[in-house]
């Protein structure tokens, strides 16, 4: 059931300017865990400035979204467009159950005001574009800015100056011959492949799938090792600490550094005030690598009015209409002037990921990247923390899963 709402004429004027009209029914697939949804207030205002066309939206519960996705389109139901992620493409490619859109993203009036990277950034590796983004994320490194006064120091910019504002950090500050506070949260438990991957890929010729067992690459992971074993900046539970205890110590102040993504942000906040900011991370060998989280839409193969389902996508992307979508989210718009409105998180946080966005990156959209993520780079990265096998070892073990 569709929702009407009577707009005034100067709203339904400027909703409709620069669109062109399709007849026709879009059945459209979200997934919001929200219960403050704006969904239903996005389609009445989209079907009353494009008159002869209805959204069907659903909310699709996460914990099934892609099983009911992938079992819709082989079974000849899929909806017309659908909210996507990266790690889908590849499979969603393979079954033909996308829409080529950069023609259209080409001529929309909207596409310079995305936010630098995010096309490049959700392309097929076919050079076709698929998706069109509708909110983000990227990792920034987060510090404690009143730690850094106190003893002088610069945020860094370098992997260098990381290691000696972490040594700096890392101390005994009631005088009981213990370290209480350290340099760094490293999340070394699954999961913290983010963390790694900022000291490691950045280098040059370093990828997942390139030069990991090259000298470069090598580097990175003893950095990492190093950092942990011989400059103790790693609280000692690092080995087995996951996404709770980085940000718990963090916010506990038992840590003056540590990288995750604005999700976070209104927790630290809450926890420190001002005494918490953020960064981009280092630039380590040569260059800077960080995470991107994703979400896009994208307009199904099958749809039967494909016109349609595009005026609806470009629509939650467009200026306004994207903030009201990523309140319900908690992610970032993808629009530039929504993002310098936005007021959502502290801006300083917004600042850092649109900083951090250049140095955005995915992992390889492969199958063996599940095994890397789940379960390869976990183990090993644990046991070279505690020296059971060298960077270099682990290097080659993830260098073995891509190349197999």
């Given at each position: ?102 023609d259209r993203i080409d001529a929309w009036e909207g596409k310079d005001g995305l936010q630098e990277n ?163 991370v280092p630039e380590c060998g040569g260059g800077r690598w960080t995470s991107f989280g994703d979400e ?109």
């Amino acid at each position: 059931m569709t929702i009407k709402r009577t707009l005034g004429l100067a709203s339904v004027l400027a909703l409709t300017a620069g669109l062109a009209h399709a007849d026709g029914t879009v059945r459209f697939w979200y997934h919001f865990d929200n219960a403050d949804n704006p969904m239903d207030e996005l389609v009445a205002e989209f079907e009353a400035a494009n008159p002869g066309i209805t959204v069907e939206a659903e909310n699709i519960p996460w914990n099934s979204y892609y099983d009911q996705l992938y079992t819709a389109i082989i079974g000849g139901n899929a909806p017309d467009a659908a909210m996507v992620k990266m790690f889908a493409q590849p499979r969603l490619v393979e079954m033909g159950a996308l829409e080529p859109i950069g023609d259209r993203i080409d001529a929309w009036e909207g596409k310079d005001g995305l936010q630098e990277n995010l096309l490049e950034l959700t392309r097929a590796t076919d050079g076709q574009a698929y998706y069109l983004p509708v909110q983000y994320v990227v990792l920034y490194l987060y510090y404690r800015p009143d730690m850094f006064e106190e003893l002088g120091l610069s945020v860094p910019q370098t992997c260098d100056e990381f290691r000696d504002v972490a040594r700096a950090l890392t101390r005994d500050t009631n005088g009981d011959g213990q370290t209480d506070v350290y340099g760094f949260g490293f999340r070394g438990a699954a999961g913290g492949h983010d963390h790694w991957g900022s000291f490691t890929l950045g280098r040059e010729g370093v990828s997942l799938t390139e030069g990991l067992s090259s000298a470069a690459g090598i580097a990175g992971t003893q950095f990492v090792a190093d950092l942990f074993r011989e400059d103790g900046v790693f609280p000692p539970s690092t080995p087995n600490d996951g996404f709770q205890e980085i940000i718990g110590t963090f916010k506990a102040g038992r840590t003056a550094m540590t990288i995750h993504h604005i999700g976070s942000s209104n927790g630290m906040v809450e926890a420190l005030g001002d005494n918490v900011s953020a960064t981009v991370v280092p630039e380590c060998g040569g260059g800077r690598w960080t995470s991107f989280g994703d979400e896009s839409t994208a307009v199904l193969s099958s749809a039967e009015d494909k016109d349609a389902a595009w005026e609806w996508i470009s629509f939650l992307s467009s200026e306004g209409n994207n903030a009201r979508f990523n309140e319900a989210t908690g992610q970032l718009p993808v629009v530039k002037a929504d993002t310098a409105t936005w007021s959502l998180h502290p801006q300083r946080f917004v600042q850092a990921t649109v900083d951090s966005l250049p140095h955005a990156n995915l992992l390889p959209n492969m199958p063996e990247t599940s095994d890397f993520v789940n379960t390869v780079w976990a183990t090993a990265m644990q046991r070279v923390l505690i020296g059971d096998i060298t960077a270099e070892q682990m290097n080659a073990e993830i260098t073995d899963l891509f190349a197999n």
